[in-house]
């Protein structure tokens, strides 16, 4: 059985879960961070120094963190060929693009974007800084877009990892009050990603406990 450190709410958790139930495969969510606690204990400190959510262990293994290095797990224990690719180059393709999903979109969105419109209230907004972010960060998708224009899913015609990073922070990004610029083939493959049940569980959560009060 797999067992999972973490706050449903969370981005980093919510592409682990989302991975996970893609792969079909039993687990038990326990829920840490922010509000609820639990990772700043000596026994979660104990698995993950860090202190951040999410951690994993499958079974009898160590405690895994760092959600890229979890998905990669994941894919290489439990995936099959068309989500990660067993030829090297291939592998790599899917594995690049994995990276820029978790480096160049979701750091581009995360810490400029989301956390200034969940947290700061309107009046007290940046909002100059604010369109700078979301000019930025809709360059980032861009790139998304032209491809996707050719094929359903950002590398190739299958669901893969690389999806899994890029794909989950694609609901906070419809779902925030910003204004969103015209990328018709994101929004198609987001649309494609909410028609999936595992997305719809584990990504389509409301963050509403996230938000300032």
Known sequence: MIKVWGRASSSNVQSVMWCIAELGLPFERIDAGLMYGVNNTAEYLAMNPNGTVPTLIDGDGPA????????????????????????????????????????????NFNAPIFWPVVRVPLKDRNQEQLAKAISLFENKLAMADSRLAKQAFLVGDDLTLADIQFGHILYRYYELEI???????????????????????????????????
């Not at 890229?68 to 995936?79: F, P």
């Not at 997305?199 to 938000?211: A, G, K, S, T």
Request: one cysteine or more; hydrophobic letters at 40%; aromatic letters at 14%.
């Open 64 to 107: 895994l963190w760092e959600s890229g290095a979890i998905g990669r797990y994941l894919a290489n224990v439990y995936a099959d060929d068309k989500f990660w690719p067993v030829d090297p180059i291939q592998r790599a393709d899917v594995d690049r693009w994995a990276e820029w999903g978790k480096v160049s979109v979701q750091m």
């Open 179 to 213: 204004e969103r610029g015209s990328l018709p083939n994101v929004r198609r493959y987001y649309e494609t990603l909410c028609a999936r049940p595992a997305y719809r569980q584990h990504v389509m959560i409301n963050f509403d406990e996230l938000r300032s009060t």
